[in-house]
């Protein structure tokens, strides 16, 4: 595992960095793992992105006080189930603490043993590849084993509330004043 040092020496608002980057929507992730008692684990991240084509790569972070991803790490292998907008339940759900997120939520069983979420817009089942501590978070670097396509919109975050993706007519607004 590697660390990231930082000096500590500048003086950012944790507040105002959450308002900035509130500001900038993200998709909404269910990272999910089945334990060796076949018990599904798992949480959501807006922070998952493809990282590298060649090798095929992802990256997320996660909190350092997350409860799940010891779990998930020890396993090795996650699916990370991209949520559509049908899925706001399965966030609220799988963003909880405690033991009893999966209550009422459907998955199957990946080839690596992970679980996919019935409904999500797509399914990446992945290797935990390597790890960095980065402050209070954890870098986490997958390696794609399968990448399976599903269907509907993805759900969107935003300053604290979820929406859909509206695409503007083609061609696009100029942005010149009138
Ligand atoms: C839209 C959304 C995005 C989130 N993004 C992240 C994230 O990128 N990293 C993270 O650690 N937690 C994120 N969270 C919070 C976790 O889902 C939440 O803390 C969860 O309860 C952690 O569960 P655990 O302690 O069982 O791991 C997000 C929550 C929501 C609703």
């Excluded at 399914?123 to 870098?139: F, K, P, Q, R, T």
């Excluded at 993706?165 to 607004?173: D, K, Q, S, V, Y």
Aim: net charge negative; glycine share 10%; charged share 20%.
């Amino acid at each position: 595992m590697s660390v990231i040092v930082t000096s500590d020496s500048q003086d950012i608002d944790p507040a105002l960095q959450r308002q900035v980057f509130g500001a900038l929507p993200t998709g909404v992730t269910a990272i999910t793992g089945l334990t060796s008692e076949g018990t599904p684990r798992g949480f959501v991240v807006g922070t998952f992105q493809s990282l590298s084509l060649d090798p095929p790569l992802v990256t997320f972070c996660v909190d350092k006080s997350s409860s799940t991803w010891p779990t998930l790490r020890s396993l090795g292998r996650f699916t990370a189930n991209i949520l559509s907008t049908e899925q706001l339940p399965v966030c609220r759900a799988l963003s909880r603490k405690g033991d009893e997120k999966f209550q009422g939520v459907e998955y199957e069983e990946s080839p690596i043993g992970t679980p996919r979420i019935a409904g999500a817009t797509a399914w990446i089942d992945c290797e935990v590849l390597s790890e960095v501590v980065a402050g209070d978070h954890y870098m986490i670097v997958g390696a794609i084993e399968e990448l399976v396509p599903g269907e509907g919109e993805a759900l969107m975050f935003r300053g604290g509330k979820f929406g859909e993706f509206t695409l503007w007519p083609t061609p696009a607004p100029t942005g010149e004043a009138k």
